[in-house]
């Protein structure tokens, strides 16, 4: 009866836009027949400010069981760590009541405990209560992972992001911070709400470390990956000399290192760690090669895909994360003649999107396609939908792909969301050898986490024999200025003094006085 009266209300009044008055009938036809507790959840929607396409979401994730009434009924700033945004924003959202965004504690706090000073609305929430203050636990970690790539942090660091942003801050009457206390109550009273959304460690040094449990399982993705490869020993096939190809490789560098004049010194100790990366790829079935500019990880990339073709470990798969690094081992490949021994060479997201396709699929595996490279899409776009991509790969395992040896170049570019995507599309158990190269001294990945430093970091504890680090530039003498100068932005050996002592054929300084003179500088460089 309260429906059919909304209703007939609603016809009746003439203020409402008539397109504002055709949404809000969808909205009220969907919950007419599916009982008294849809009406209570409309009505603390249409409390808060929420898009007619945020409303309906809502509704069908209370009808798909994702959501419950009660939560919302009872726990409102259940919405913050709940609703995922589900449309994307095609060309007729951008009017606005088709936008979808997340729900955030700013768009809560306002309706559901309003400054009283203001307005005379009933207060329905409370600054700590349980909902709120896991709310507000969860969207600091989460703001801190999306805006900052940091994908954990300290109880501390917790506390500070939230009261840094804090709306109820700004009221008339400043609503308390949230304490030490505060973190420790929750934690105890409703660790089952908790353990749901949020994922922490006590740490001897640092006490308690935070992070979403979205982003946990990316990392324990990647993890387990990891240690799953760490363990195997591969095999060569009986009649197989790896000695012999080995020193052949060694040779091949050796005529290379002749051609670019490289000195007796820088040969020697080059030479030294390239043997180390062949002799070890070939027993281990885990690798991480790192080094600065110039110190020959192309070069290796390219001297173990001749190696596996010669001792015969084949399909070798190459991927990067840019468009760029993939066309210079692409290029390096075909003018060594190896581009044939390589099944697959180009980027990551290559492989993840289009790969499936440039397979002849048949009918049903198109669909099958189509839905995990949506699913890889959503992902990619919001950590929060790696639980069902999870879930979708490992239901259909069929489509894995299945590289003996895979490549990773330039890893140091990848965030864990990529690596984790790129690993669970990988079948594991066909996989005997997984070699990740980088700089582990570059900048970290515009994205979540760091995690080719954190698998070296790993490695370092128990597993150091399978780090090579690269550390004899080839591309130019160590005793050049170049070299010396950008040994000081990456190592604690070379500390910074009078950049004067740097300059020599391979480097030069100009100085400018103000903005002018420095467009002048640039422009005579580029001249």
Known sequence: NNVEAILNDLKQDNRVDSYIKFLILQIIKFIKDRGPEYLKVLELLSRLDLTYVQIMNILQSIENKRIS?????????????????????????????????????????IPLIPDLYYVNYTVLSLPKSPDRLIA????????????????AITEKELINAINETQVLGLYHGAQPGISEGDIDSIMTSHKNMLYNIIYYVEDLNEGRIFQLKHIREIEKTIEETVKRVLNKRPALKPNINADEHVKYIIELVSKRLDEVKASENQKREFLSVQRKIYEKVLEHGFLVITGGAGTGKTEAVINLVELFSRVDKKPVYIVT??????????????KRDLLKDVAFVSTIHRLLYSYYFEKSPTPTSLRKFQELVELIDKTLNDMRFFDEFRSYISKNSDLRIQPKVLIIDEASMIDEILLALLFSVINVNSLEHLIIVGDSSQL?????????????DFLREKYENQIIFLETPIRFSIETGIWAFSQTFTSTD????????????????????????????IRDILR
């Open 69 to 109: 009434t009660k939560d919302i009924i009872n726990y409102p700033y259940s919405l913050v760590y709940t609703y995922v945004p589900q449309t994307d924003l095609w060309e007729r959202e951008w009017f606005t009541e088709f936008m979808d965004f997340n729900l955030d504690l700013y768009l809560l706090d």
């Open 444 to 456: 970290p990945p515009i994205g979540l986490g760091k995690p080719f430093v954190d698998i070296i």
């Open 321 to 334: 994360p840019t468009g760029k690094s993939a066309l210079v081992v692409e290029e390096r490949l075909r």
């Open 494 to 521: 070379y500390p910074i003094d009078n950049p004067e002592n740097y300059i020599d054929d391979t480097l030069s300084i100009d100085y400018f006085y103000d903005i002018d003179d420095l467009k002048e500088k």
């Open 136 to 151: 507000a636990m969860y969207e600091a970690l989460y703001n801190k992972a999306i805006f900052e790539g940091t994908t």
